[in-house]
C-alpha cells in the first residue's frame, strides 16, 4: 500500500504536519488508515493546535478513498442503462441472430470456440461487416494471425451482388498486435480514447464492436510453466476487456481454438483451461463437418439463454 | 495505468506493488535511488522500471488524429494495398490458380505433407522464384533458407536455377521478337548467390535464429521470403515437456507472424505428418499438434490421390477451398500433364 508521503504532491493539505500526527497514531501507508479508527483519530485531531487542518486531511483522504471505487447502482438505473446504451447486434448471419434471440449484446464479451479452420474468422468478419453496414457502428479488429483480408469483408455485404463501399468499409479499422504486453498497453490506450471522446460526444461512428482474433495465440506462450504470471496476466487481459465493454457500451468477441482432452484422446475442449472459463460473458462454439462442409454453431454458455442449443449456419460463398 | 502490466519479472513486480507503487504516474513522480530504497531493489532495476514507466506513459497518451488507437488502418486502405500485394509464383500455374496468384506475401503459409511429396521441392522452387525481376512480374527479392532437417541440395537448386534463367530467356527472345526489352542480365549463380541457408542442428538454435531474424532482415531489406523446412524437426524428438513445447512453437509463430507484416514479406513453413484418432477413424494430419494448427494464416496440404500429388487449401482468410494437382520435373514444379486439367473445386 502506498506510503501517505506520495499523495501529497496531487493534495497538499496532506503535508508533513499532518502526516506526522498520523505517524504519531502508527498510520504510515493507505493501509494503515483504512484499518485505523477514524473516529478516534478526528477525537484526537479535536485536541490538536491545527485540528482543522487535520481535520479537513482526514476528509480529503477519506473522498480520495472513495473516488477509487464505482458508485453503487440500484436496478432501476441498471435496467435503463441496458434499454438506453446496450443494444442488440446482429451477427451478419441469420442463424446465428435467432440462435442468440437477436445477436450479440453491448456490454457483454462473447467468445468464439472451435477447431482449426472450422470459420472462426469468417464469423468474426462477418460480424464486423454486418455491424458497420447495419449499425451504422465502428469496428477495430485486432488481428494476431494476419487473416484479417479487405476483400474477403468487401464481399459480407447484405445483398450479394454489390461489395461494401467506401464509407461502410472506412468504419472497419484493424491492428495487428503480437504479444500480451502490446495487447495490455492498446486496450488500455483505447480506454482513454474513448473516454475523451465521449466528453467531446463525438457520436458519429462510435465504436460498437470490438474483435480479439485470437486471444489465444496470445496467450498460450505464457501459459502454463512455473509461475502463476500467465495466468494473472490472462485474468487482466479479461478483466480489461470486461471494463471496457461495459462502460464504453461495447459488443467484444473473442475467439479460442481447442485442444484435445488429454489422455482418452476423445473429445476437444477449449483451450486457455478453467481459470479463462468463467470471463466471458458468452461462449460459442463452432464446428464444421469436413465431409459436407456444414458449420454448427452451439451454445456453451450464457446469461440469459439455455446452454446446449445448436444452430445450423451457411458460410457465405465468394463472389467471383 | 497500472504497474502490473510493465513487462517485469515477477518478484521485481511483487516487490513495486507491495511498496505501493501501483500506477504508473507514482513510478514516474519519484527518483530511481528512493524506488530502490522502498521497493528494496537495486539502483539498476529501479533506473530500467523508470525507462518502462516513461516509455508506456507515453505511448498510451490521448491519441488525436482520429483513428481509434495508434497505427490502426482502416479496411478501405488495406482494400487497396490487398489489390497491390505482389504473390510469389510456383511455377505450376494450377497451383498459383487455387492460392490466388501465388504465396502471398505478409502472410504466414503452411504447407505440410508426407515424406516424398515435395515439400522440399516446392520451397527450393519458391526460394529461387522469389528472384524473378520485376520486368517478368516477379519480386527481385532474395530468400533465406532456413534448413533443419540437411534436405537442401545446392546441385538440385542450381538446376530448378538454370531452368528459370532458360524460360526467362526465352521469353526475352520472344520479346525482342515483337517488342524492343533489354537482355537478361540474371546468371544461374546470382540466383544461387541470394539464397542465405542456414542450417539449424537443434531446437535451441532454431529459437535463437527466429529471434535473430529481425535484425538479419533489418539489414538485408531485399529479403522477400523466408522458408524453413522443416519446423518440425527438432520438436518431435527433444522435448519431454509438452506444455512447454506449446509455449515455445506458439511464440515462435507469433515472431514468424510479426516478421511477416513488418517486412512485407511471405513465411513459408514446412511441416511433417501424423496419424490422429478422430471420428473412430486412424487420418492424416499435420505434426504439432491442435495448437499449433492455428498458427499460421493459410494452411495447404500435399496428398497422393493415385500416382498424382494434389495440393488441398486447408485453411485460408480469402480463398475458397480447392485442391489442384501438380508434378514434381528436372525443372522444378510444373503443371501435371493429365488430361482432366480443371481445378477441383471443394
Known amino acids: 500500500m502506498a506510503p501517505l508521503k506520495h499523495l501529497e504532491k496531487e493534495n497538499p493539505i496532506i503535508d508533513a504536519s499532518f502526516r506526522y500526527f498520523c505517524a504519531s497514531h502508527g498510520i504510515v501507508t493507505v493501509e494503515d488508515f483504512l484499518l485505523h479508527d477514524l473516529e478516534g483519530l478526528a477525537a484526537f485531531a479535536d485536541r490538536q493546535t491545527n485540528s482543522d487542518r487535520l481535520k479537513e486531511g482526514i476528509t480529503v483522504m477519506l473522498s480520495l478513498v472513495e473516488r477509487q471505487c464505482h458508485p453503487w447502482l440500484n436496478g432501476m438505473e441498471l435496467l435503463e442503462d441496458l434499454q438506453r446504451n446496450k443494444h442488440i447486434l446482429s451477427t451478419g448471419d441469420k442463424g446465428t441472430d435467432s440462435l442468440l434471440k437477436g445477436g450479440f449484446r453491448e456490454g457483454q464479451v462473447t467468445e468464439l470456440v472451435g477447431p482449426s479452420s472450422s470459420g472462426k474468422t469468417q464469423f468474426c468478419m462477418q460480424a464486423a461487416a454486418s455491424v458497420a453496414e447495419k449499425h451504422d457502428g465502428g469496428v477495430l479488429y485486432l488481428d494476431t494471425g494476419n487473416s484479417f483480408s479487405a476483400r474477403r469483408i468487401a464481399h459480407f455485404g447484405s445483398s450479394s451482388d454489390t461489395s461494401l463501399g467506401q464509407k461502410v468499409m472506412s468504419r472497419i479499422s484493424c491492428h495487428a498486435v503480437y504479444d500480451i504486453y502490446t495487447m495490455l498497453e492498446t486496450l488500455q490506450g483505447l480506454d482513454i480514447t474513448l473516454r475523451s471522446q465521449v466528453q467531446t460526444n463525438v457520436n458519429e461512428h462510435r465504436l460498437r464492436l470490438l474483435v480479439v482474433d485470437s486471444i489465444s495465440s496470445l496467450i498460450t506462450p505464457i501459459l502454463g510453466g512455473n509461475g502463476s504470471q500467465g495466468r494473472a496476466l490472462m485474468v487482466a487481459v479479461g478483466y480489461m476487456l470486461k471494463k471496457l465493454a461495459h462502460e464504453h457500451s461495447i459488443a467484444i468477441l473473442v475467439t479460442n481454438h481447442t485442444v484435445g482432452a488429454g489422455g482418452e484422446g476423445g473429445k476437444t475442449k477449449p483451450a486457455l483451461g478453467e481459470t479463462w472459463k468463467s470471463i466471458p460473458h458468452a461462449r460459442l462454439m463452432l464446428s464444421r463437418d469436413h465431409k459436407n462442409s456444414n458449420c454448427t454453431i452451439s451454445i456453451l454458455k450464457h446469461t440469459s439463454m439455455p446452454s446446449g442449443q445448436t444452430m445450423r449456419i451457411t458460410t457465405h460463398k465468394a463472389n467471383r | 495505468m497500472e504497474a502490473w502490466r510493465l513487462p517485469l519479472s515477477s518478484s521485481i513486480r511483487g516487490k513495486l506493488i507491495s511498496a505501493g507503487y501501483t500506477s504508473l504516474s507514482s513510478i514516474s513522480s519519484v527518483s530511481s535511488s528512493d524506488l530502490a530504497r522502498d521497493a528494496n531493489i537495486t539502483e539498476d532495476e529501479a533506473f530500467e522500471i523508470l525507462k518502462l514507466a516513461n516509455q508506456s506513459s507515453g505511448s498510451s497518451s490521448y491519441n488525436g488524429s482520429g483513428s481509434l488507437i495508434n497505427g490502426a488502418k482502416n479496411a478501405w486502405d488495406m482494400l487497396h494495398?490487398?489489390?497491390?500485394?505482389?504473390?510469389?509464383?510456383?511455377?505450376?500455374?494450377?497451383?498459383?490458380?487455387?492460392?490466388?496468384?501465388?504465396?502471398?506475401?505478409r502472410d504466414v503459409t503452411e504447407i505440410g505433407g508426407v515424406p516424398g511429396i515435395g515439400k522440399t521441392q516446392i520451397g527450393i522452387q519458391l526460394s529461387v522464384n522469389v528472384?524473378?525481376?520485376?520486368?517478368?512480374?516477379?519480386?527481385?527479392?532474395?530468400?533465406?533458407?532456413?534448413?533443419?532437417?540437411?534436405?537442401?541440395?545446392v546441385e538440385r537448386a542450381l538446376q530448378i536455377a538454370e531452368a528459370c534463367v532458360e524460360d526467362m530467356e526465352e521469353y526475352t527472345g520472344y520479346m525482342h521478337k515483337h517488342f524492343k526489352a533489354n537482355q537478361l542480365q540474371m546468371k544461374p549463380k546470382d540466383i544461387l548467390e541470394n539464397i542465405f541457408y542456414f542450417r539449424v542442428c537443434s531446437y535451441t538454435e532454431q529459437i535463437a535464429l527466429v529471434n535473430h531474424l529481425d535484425k538479419f532482415i533489418s539489414e538485408n531489406k531485399d529479403v522477400k521470403v523466408v522458408i524453413v523446412d522443416s519446423i518440425t524437426f527438432h520438436f518431435r524428438q527433444d522435448f519431454d515437456d509438452l506444455v512447454q513445447r506449446t509455449r515455445v512453437l506458439s511464440e515462435m509463430a507469433l515472431k514468424f507472424m510479426k516478421l511477416a507484416k513488418k517486412f512485407s514479406l511471405a513465411v513459408v513453413l514446412l511441416n511433417q505428418v501424423t496419424t490422429k484418432y478422430t471420428e473412430g477413424?486412424?487420418?492424416?494430419?499435420?505434426?504439432?499438434?491442435?495448437?499449433?494448427?492455428?498458427?499460421?494464416?493459410?494452411?495447404?496440404?500435399?496428398?497422393?490421390?493415385?500416382?498424382?500429388?494434389?495440393?488441398?487449401?486447408?485453411?485460408?482468410?480469402?480463398?475458397p477451398s480447392a485442391s489442384a494437382s501438380y508434378t514434381v520435373t528436372s525443372r522444378g514444379l510444373r503443371n501435371s500433364s493429365s488430361s482432366s486439367k480443371r481445378v477441383k473445386m471443394m
Open chain 2, 81 to 105: 494495398e490487398e489489390e497491390s500485394l505482389p504473390r510469389i509464383t510456383t511455377s505450376c500455374s494450377d497451383l498459383d490458380n487455387i492460392l490466388g496468384g501465388g504465396i502471398s506475401c
Open chain 2, 131 to 153: 528472384q524473378i525481376p520485376r520486368e517478368f512480374g516477379g519480386l527481385g527479392g532474395k530468400a533465406i533458407y532456413i534448413d533443419t532437417e540437411g534436405s537442401f541440395m
Open chain 2, 281 to 319: 477413424s486412424f487420418q492424416l494430419a499435420l505434426a504439432l499438434g491442435d495448437s499449433w494448427s492455428h498458427s499460421c494464416t493459410n494452411r495447404v496440404i500435399l496428398y497422393w490421390n493415385g500416382d498424382e500429388r494434389y495440393a488441398y487449401i486447408d485453411k485460408s482468410p480469402s480463398l
